[in-house]
């Protein structure tokens, strides 16, 4: 565990590193209920995918060392309503200022953190992409918003905390966000731990996370298109050429 600092307001935070030089850093953020083991498996996981992986305690700022299971989901949620949004930004800006050294840095988060992660996306800076677990429903009071940095979502079907016609709704007003959602699958769908763990939708789940994030933190090559090598070629080689008008068809034709 590492000390961060946020409006005077100090809380722990879970740091896992990778073997080697990092990638990049993902700063994964909580549901309501805490740092649990749920949230250390998974910073486990991107550490061993070779990012600094840190997940802020941000109950801290009302009470330490809170670890939560579903019998205290009621608990939970009047934690996340005291320690409140605002603040919350706060300290997930304050984590993020604390592994950029490491490189770009994503935002990952589960339900309530989903939802941290989704807001955080237009308010924090310093990051290269923001992705979404089971979000809660309070990601639909801002989805007129355009996102200001890549942002992927994954939503679970049988979800209860945000219906059907939602998820519809949601994808028609935000086509900039990349927006999945997984047949049958259930809050929690992620959680190894959970009883509505889904290995299928977990795995699929965590591909795609994967992918976004080496993306927008590593970096991609160009991607080679059909035909893209030949016309780029044309060009390179029409280069200091005066050009002819309207010799110009595009990507020469199979």
Known sequence: MVEVTASNVKFSAYRADPEGAPKGAVVVLQDVYGVNSDIRQIADGFAAAGYVAIAPSLFDKVKSDIELDAAATDEGKALTEEVGTDWSLEAIQATVDAVKDAGKVALVGYAWGGFLAYTAANKVKGLACAIGYHAEEGILDGMSEKRRIPTLMHFAEADPAIAEADMIQFRARRPDVSAFSYP??????????????DA??????????????????????????KNAGAYALAK???????????????????
């Open 200 to 225: 299928a939708a977990a795995d699929q789940a965590m591909e795609r996370t994967l992918f976004w994030i080496s993306q927008f933190v590593v970096g991609q090559g160009p991607v080679q298109l």
């Open 184 to 197: 049958g699958a259930n809050r929690g769908f992620s959680y190894k731990a959970n009883p509505a763990y």
């Open 236 to 254: 390179t080689e029409k280069k200091g050429k005066k050009k002819s008008e309207g010799n110009d068809m595009g990507p020469p034709m199979d």
